[in-house]
């Protein structure tokens, strides 16, 4: 139906120094990312976590350090080539889902395709395939008013997934969700990575979440403290 790459070979952070004025929130951060792997990273409020999800997911630029995506260096690209990269290669989701009100649930998740220019029937085709991955058979056509929390969440998922991603970066993607719903998500993740061969950065309080895992990175005062 559709083909998802599964060639990453490593996402690298080298050194990553970041400050806000006269506040440094991250102190030398060192951290590699395999291929399709689910990696959590946790630490109390003001540890440094989200900084490091968007340094790594090029929302956001490091003071000084590196980050490289296989052989590339992320810092060396030009904005347009960065915008390019991040709209094909990198998916996020966030705590709240950030959906378009007055766009349909497939509307929404072509969004991202429409971007990059794609085929538009193709693209139709390949997110109400996404869509029926996660169950969401029958829910295309419906705004997300009219969905529940957990749908729109799913949408969400949906959306960072419809250009193919390499690494999907999640930041407390279950924070605004009921138990029975964040458990579903939680399990969601995995399966996506085992059928689509995606690797996810979770920045997360959930310690369920973290527990399932392949590993969990715990940051405290924008260092890493120790990996589990």
């Not at 290669?89 to 998740?109: S, Y």
């Amino acid at each position: 139906m559709f083909k998802f790459n599964t060639h990453l070979r490593m996402l690298k952070a080298v050194d990553i120094h970041k400050k806000y004025g006269d506040l440094e929130v991250l102190k030398g951060i060192n951290l590699n990312i395999k291929e399709a792997e689910i990696v959590a990273i946790v630490g109390p409020s003001g540890a440094g976590k989200t900084t490091l999800l968007q340094i790594l997911g090029t929302l956001d630029k490091p003071d000084t350090g590196k980050v490289f995506l296989d052989i590339t260096e992320l810092s060396s690209l030009k904005e347009k080539e960065l915008a390019k990269l991040r709209n094909k290669e990198i998916g996020f989701v966030f705590q709240f889902h950030h959906l378009m009100a007055e766009l349909t649930a497939l509307e929404n998740v072509c969004l991202p395709g429409w971007i990059s220019k794609s085929n538009d029937l193709e693209l139709k085709e390949k997110a109400i395939g996404i869509l029926k991955l996660l169950n969401l058979n029958g829910r295309d056509s419906h705004l997300p008013s009219e969905l529940s929390g957990g749908e729109q969440q799913r949408v969400a998922v949906a959306r960072a997934l419809i250009n193919s991603p390499r690494i999907i970066f999640a930041d407390e993607p279950t924070g605004n969700l009921d138990t029975k719903n964040a458990e579903d998500l939680h399990q969601l993740f995995f399966e996506i990575r085992n059928t689509l061969g995606c690797a996810f950065v979770i920045v997360t309080h959930n310690e369920q979440l973290a527990r399932m895992a392949d590993r969990t990175i715990v940051l405290q005062d924008g260092k890493i403290l120790k990996e589990i």
